[in-house]
């Protein structure tokens, strides 16, 4: 492992522990406030998704490592990837706090930002190990 794999491996995993902390914080903020329907699953699948997602990206990296992308096209791919997680968790913390139930707001485009960002880091992980 090496440069920028190494690098957004480290990133990925000391924020694991974070979103661990937001699980339990979120037990705690679901107990003691009074937050709509709407706004706890948005609170929900926000931190849900950040989770997944980092677990995703380590996958990711590993794969990324094996494939014969240069350097620059991993240095593309990890920041595909990074701004990718925040983006499509994030935009659901986002929406939760502007938007309304049935209707979009900002959030909802971040989140779809956020799905883009990560399809394109996967497909070039993809062509980087279909043609090394």
């Known amino acids: 492992m090496h440069g920028p794999v190494q690098l957004f491996t480290v990133i990925a995993l000391v924020s694991l522990p974070t979103v661990m902390y937001g699980g339990y914080a979120l037990m705690g903020v679901l107990r003691h406030r009074d937050l709509t329907d709407f706004q706890r699953g ?28 240069g350097d620059t096209a991993r240095w593309v791919v990890c920041f595909l990837l990074l701004f990718g997680v925040l983006a499509q ?13 049935g209707k979009a707001s900002a959030g909802n485009a971040v989140t779809t930002g956020g799905a883009v960002l990560l399809a394109a880091a996967m497909l070039m992980t993809a062509y980087g190990v279909a043609f090394p």
């Open 42 to 69: 948005m609170f929900r699948a926000g931190h849900a998704h950040a989770g997944v997602l980092l677990v995703l990206v380590l996958a990711a990296l590993q794969v990324l490592n094996l494939g014969g992308l």
């Open 89 to 101: 968790s994030g935009g659901m913390f986002l929406h939760m706090a502007l938007g309304k139930p």
